[in-house]
C-alpha cells in the first residue's frame, strides 16, 4: 500500500466514525431524542471516505438524503452533526435543516437535499463556477442508484459534458431506492452504463473497498482536473440498516443482508491493514475505542444543547440588499 | 358504526373502485410492495397484482405525464407523489398538459386521473418534507384540488375524485393518517364542492381544512367557555369551492376568520377572504381575519415547526379580534 500509516489509520478512524455516529442516531431515533427522519449510511461508509480521500480540502461535494457520511468524511464535526439531527441550536444549520439538509460549506461541503437528484445539476453549476473562475477545484457529485433514474441526473451529465466540467458523478448503488430494487424500476443494472448516453467515460469499483473506491475516484478526478470534463463513477455497495426508521425491508431478504454485512467495508479494510502489517488488532480496537469516545461526546454536547430562540424563526430567509438596492434607499 | 383509520378509508376507497372500474390502477414510488410511504395503499399489490399497482422509479414528472397519457386514452389512472414537495417536479406535466388538455383541444378530450400527494407539517422533517402547497394548485384553471380532514370525507371524496373525469389533485395531511373516524360500510361517495358545517355556531365563522379544520375544532370548543359559538366549515374541496355555505354562515356571523397551514403569502385563505369580500361584503361586521403558516421554509427543530404552523392559540387569538 503506498498511503502512509497515518493516512490508512485516518481513514479507517473515518469509517469507524461513521459507522459508530449512524448507529448512535439508530439509538436516538428509537428514543425519540431524535424527531424527524434520518437516512442512515452504514454499510456505505467506503464509498463517502474513499472517494473524499481522492479530493483535495478546496474541492467540492454535493450530498443527498443520505449524507452524514459525506459529512463526516469532508471533514465534518461529529458534535454539530449530532446537534443538528436533533434540531439543536448548536449544530451546523441551527437546528433548522436536520438529518436532510447537512451542509457544511466552509469544508466544501455543499449541502445535502431531500430532494433525490436535486443536487446532480447544482453540482454541475458548482463545476462551471470552478471552471469560470479558473481555480482547477473539483466537484464530487454523490448520488443514489434511485437518483439516476430521475430527469434532472439525465440533463445534468449532458450539460456537464457538453461544456467538459470538473465533476465526478459518484453513484452509491446501494441496489434499491427505499423499497423499490433497482431491477425492478431501471432498465440497466450498471447505472455506469447511463453515462453512454452523454459520452462520459464511467467506471465501476467495489464500494465496499475504500481503496478501490479511492483509486477509481482519483483518476477521474485527475481527468477532471486536466480539463478534459466528467466521469461517472459506480460504487456498488449496500445500506445496513431500513431505508428510513420505519422501514420493515420487506423488499430484501435476510440472505441479502447477511451477503453484504460479510463484505463489511470496515472489517475487510481492518483485515487488509492487519495482514498487510500496517497496524495491530490492538492499535485498531484503539482507534475504535477512540471512535466511540468521540461519537459519545458529540451525543452528550448534542443532548446539552439549547434549542434555537423561536424569535430566530424568521431570520436569514433573505441575504440582506445593499441598503440602494430596496425600496427606502437611495435610488428611487 | 365502525371506526376505521384515515389511511384505511384511503385504501378501500382505491380497492372499492378497483373492483367497480377494470380501468382504475395506482402508480408511484413505493405505492406496491411497500404500500405507500404512509400505507395509504396497502394490500393493493397483493390484492390486484403488479399489472393494476405499479411501482415506479423515482420520476415524479414521468409519473404524472404517464397517468395524463393513460387517462386521455381510457384508463383511470391515480399517480401518487409521495410527498407535495416534489410535486415541483410534476408541476410541468400537471400545469402545462392535465390542466389545459381539455380546452386548448376544444373541449374534445377528458383527463380523468387523480393525484393523490401528502403534505403538511408535524414531523420535523424539514423544509422539503413539510410543505402546504395547495395554493400552487388551486390557481390552475382545469385542476380540482381536494383536502380532506376526516376518514369519512376522505373515501367519499377519493372515490368521488376517482370517477370525475377532470385532473384532481387529492392532498393528505401527514399527521392525519393514523386518525381514526366512522365510516359506514356501504358504498357512499361525496360530492366535489360541497361543504361540511363540521360545528354549528352563531358568533363567527372559521373555514379551516385538512388538519387545520381539527385545530380549528379545538378552538371552538374552547371558545364556548367564553360564551363565543363558532361555526367551523370545512370546504373539504377548495376547487370547486363551495362559496355558498360559506357565505350563508357568514350571513348569519357576520366574521370571518380562516385557517390553513400554507406559507400566508398567497394563500388559500386569502383567496376565500376576496371571494367573501366581493360576493358579501355587506354581509360583514369586521375585517376577516387569516391564520396561516409562516412565510419560511418550514425548519426541521421542533420549537422552530411548531412556531412556523398555526396552532389552537393563534385560531382563538383572532377568533377574539373578530369578535371585539
Ligand atoms: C424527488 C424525490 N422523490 C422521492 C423522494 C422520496 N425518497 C427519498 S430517498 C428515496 C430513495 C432514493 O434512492 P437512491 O437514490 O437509490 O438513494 P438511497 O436512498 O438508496 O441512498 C426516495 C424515493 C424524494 N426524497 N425526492
Ligand atoms: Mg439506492
Redesign the interface.
Known amino acids: 500500500m503506498k498511503e502512509s500509516k497515518e493516512e490508512l489509520s485516518g481513514y479507517l478512524r473515518r469509517m469507524m466514525d461513521i459507522r459508530l455516529f449512524e448507529e448512535k442516531v439508530m439509538e436516538l431515533l428509537a428514543k425519540n431524542i431524535i ?3 434520518s437516512h442512515l449510511y452504514a454499510g456505505e461508509e467506503a464509498v463517502a471516505v474513499g472517494a473524499c480521500s481522492a479530493i483535495e480540502e478546496d474541492d467540492y461535494i454535493t450530498s443527498t438524503h443520505r449524507g452524514h457520511g459525506h459529512c463526516l468524511a469532508k471533514g465534518g464535526k461529529l458534535p454539530e452533526m449530532m446537534a443538528e439531527l436533533c ?2 441550536a448548536t449544530g451546523y444549520c441551527k ?7 447537512i451542509a457544511d460549506v466552509t469544508k466544501g461541503n455543499l449541502g445535502a ?5 436535486s443536487n446532480l445539476p447544482v453540482a454541475v453549476g458548482a463545476a462551471l463556477s470552478a471552471k469560470m473562475r479558473k481555480t482547477n477545484q473539483v466537484v464530487l457529485c454523490f448520488f443514489g442508484d ?2 439516476s ?4 441526473f439525465h440533463e445534468s451529465l449532458n450539460m456537464a459534458a457538453v461544456w467538459r466540467l470538473p465533476v465526478v458523478f459518484v453513484c452509491e448503488n446501494n441496489l434499491y ?4 430494487a433497482a431491477k ?3 432498465a440497466v443494472q450498471d447505472m455506469a452504463d447511463k453515462a453512454k448516453g452523454y459520452d462520459i467515460p464511467s467506471m465501476i469499483c467495489d464500494g465496499m473497498d475504500i481503496l478501490d473506491v479511492k483509486e477509481t475516484i482519483k483518476k477521474a478526478v485527475e481527468r477532471a482536473r486536466e480539463g478534459d470534463g466528467p466521469t461517472l463513477v459506480e460504487c456498488k455497495t449496500y445500506r445496513y440498516f431500513g431505508h428510513s426508521r420505519s422501514d420493515p425491508r ?2 430484501r431478504t435476510k440472505e441479502e443482508e447477511k451477503e453484504w454485512r460479510n463484505k463489511c467495508p470496515i472489517k475487510q479494510f481492518s483485515k487488509k491493514l492487519i495482514d498487510n502489517k500496517i497496524l495491530t488488532e490492538e492499535e485498531i480496537a484503539q482507534i475504535e475505542k477512540q471512535s466511540e469516545e468521540a461519537v459519545e461526546s458529540a451525543e452528550k454536547f448534542a443532548i446539552e444543547s439549547p ?2 430562540d ?1 424569535k ?3 431570520d436569514d ?1 433573505y441575504a440582506p440588499s445593499p441598503a440602494d438596492l430596496l425600496n427606502g434607499g437611495a435610488i428611487r | 358504526m365502525r371506526e376505521i383509520t384515515f389511511k384505511d378509508a384511503l385504501v378501500e376507497a382505491m380497492q372499492e373502485e378497483m373492483k367497480r372500474d377494470d380501468n382504475v390502477l395506482v402508480m408511484g414510488e413505493d405505492v406496491a410492495i411497500y404500500g405507500g410511504a404512509y400505507g395509504a395503499t396497502k394490500g393493493l399489490y397483493e390484492q390486484f397484482g403488479e399489472e393494476r399497482v405499479r411501482d415506479t422509479a423515482i420520476s415524479e414528472s414521468a409519473i404524472a405525464g404517464a397517468a395524463i397519457g393513460a387517462a386521455i386514452t381510457g384508463m383511470r389512472p391515480i399517480a401518487e407523489i409521495m410527498y407535495i414537495d416534489f410535486i415541483t417536479q410534476a408541476m410541468d406535466q400537471l400545469v402545462n398538459q392535465a390542466a389545459k388538455m381539455r380546452y386548448m383541444f376544444g373541449g374534445k378530450t377528458t383527463v380523468p386521473m387523480v393525484l393523490r400527494t401528502e403534505g403538511g407539517a408535524g414531523r420535523c422533517i424539514a423544509a422539503h418534507h413539510s410543505q402546504s402547497l395547495e395554493a400552487w394548485i388551486m390557481h390552475v384553471p382545469g385542476l380540482y384540488l381536494v383536502m380532506p380532514s376526516t376518514p369519512y370525507d376522505a373515501k367519499g371524496l377519493l372515490k368521488a375524485s376517482i370517477r370525475d373525469d377532470n385532473p384532481v389533485v387529492f392532498i393528505e395531511h401527514k399527521m392525519l393518517y393514523g386518525m381514526k373516524g366512522e365510516v359506514p360500510e356501504k358504498d357512499y361517495i361525496i360530492p366535489l364542492g360541497v361543504a361540511d358545517i363540521k360545528k354549528e355556531g352563531s358568533d363567527v365563522t372559521i373555514v379551516a381544512y385538512s388538519r387545520q379544520l381539527h385545530v380549528a375544532m379545538e378552538a371552538a370548543a374552547e371558545l364556548e367557555k367564553d360564551n363565543i359559538s363558532a361555526e367551523v366549515i370545512d370546504p373539504r374541496t377548495l376547487k370547486p369551492l363551495d362559496l355558498d355555505t360559506i357565505l350563508t354562515s357568514v350571513k348569519k356571523t357576520s366574521k370571518l376568520v380562516i385557517v390553513s397551514e400554507g406559507y400566508k403569502t398567497c394563500n388559500v385563505a386569502s383567496e376565500i377572504a376576496m371571494l367573501v369580500t366581493e360576493h358579501g361584503f355587506d354581509l360583514l361586521d369586521a375585517p376577516i381575519k387569516r391564520v396561516c403558516g409562516a412565510d419560511v421554509p418550514v425548519p426541521m427543530s421542533p420549537v422552530l415547526e411548531d412556531a412556523a404552523i398555526p396552532n389552537k392559540q393563534n385560531v382563538i387569538n383572532a377568533v377574539k379580534e373578530v369578535c371585539q
Open positions: 424527531k424527524g427522519a434540531g439543536k437546528g433548522r435543516g436536520g438529518s436532510m439538509h437535499t431531500g430532494i433525490v437528484a434511485g437518483a433514474n430521475n430527469g434532472i431506492g427505499m423499497s423499490v425492478r424500476c431501471s420487506a423488499y434549542y434555537p423561536v430566530e424563526l424568521m430567509i
